[in-house]
């Protein structure tokens, strides 16, 4: 089983729409949750940090639950501006140290239209 | 702000030949990281340091070497290139353990 799994997509939705990704991970142990986006060919960027309680930056809301070892992201009012690749990123000790290391999904794409 | 910087932005590689991928960070920051991402894959961590004069190995070390002589320089070796390293590498910072990184504009890597 992958470390972090995502549904690759392509989500295609038109402008306005809600859309939401999933993200599993397998390590109980995790510590931190973040949502990357990476425009193509760029390199990738933080959109939003995950909290335990949830958190909203705008149109985007982020979701932790720790039990079933899953975070989501909600996008509502898809702009066009939002089509790009998200990245679920989450963190744990790098074997054999106490240092933490980011593992990331594969990305979910997401092409919004008009 | 330059950020992160990383050259060349792109190369062609000979099977066999080698070279060095230049990063740089002007934030202070004293983790940096290197990834290869591969077409459709997530990034995959390579080698990572947490100090100057400090680096240890990723998931997929193998065919690649660092070094950390300053605070500001990351470079990664590729001693004798083959087509499995073709791919997308990014080298990231972060200033303090688990926090959030701050990814170079990425170098893109043939190796023919």
């Known amino acids: 089983r992958k470390e972090v799994e995502q549904d690759p997509g392509p989500f295609n939705v038109p402008e306005g729409a809600t859309v939401a990704f999933n993200c599993t991970y397998s390590?109980?142990?995790?510590?931190?949750f973040f949502w990357y986006r990476q425009d193509c060919r760029k390199e990738p960027k933080l959109l939003m940090s995950v909290y335990s309680s949830g958190n909203e930056d705008g149109r985007f809301t982020a979701q932790l639950n720790r039990a079933s070892q899953y975070i989501s992201l909600l996008i509502r009012d898809s702009k066009l501006s939002d089509s790009a690749t998200y990245l679920c990123?989450?963190?744990?000790?790098?074997?054999?140290?106490?240092?933490?290391?980011?593992?990331f999904g594969q990305g979910t794409i997401l092409t919004v239209h008009p | 702000n330059a950020g992160v910087t990383q050259t060349p932005k792109f190369r062609i590689l000979k099977i066999g030949q080698s070279m060095t991928l230049q990063c740089t960070q002007d934030?202070?920051?004293?983790?940096m990281y290197w990834y290869r991402q591969d077409p459709g894959m997530g990034l995959k961590l390579i080698y990572y340091?947490?100090?100057?004069?400090?680096?240890d190995k990723g998931e997929v070390p193998n065919g690649y070497n660092v070094s950390r002589s300053t605070t500001e320089d990351f470079p990664l070796r590729l001693e004798l290139a083959a087509p499995s390293q073709t791919s997308v590498y990014f080298c990231?910072?972060?200033?303090?353990?688990?926090?959030?990184?701050?990814f170079g504009a990425g170098t893109r890597l043939s190796v023919l």
């Open positions: 934030m202070n920051h004293n983790y």
């Open positions: 390590n109980s142990a995790s510590q931190s």
């Open positions: 990123v989450v963190t744990s000790n790098a074997g054999g140290t106490s240092y933490g290391k980011l593992t």
């Open positions: 340091s947490v100090g100057a004069g400090i680096t």
């Open positions: 990231a910072s972060t200033s303090a353990d688990r926090g959030i990184q701050y």
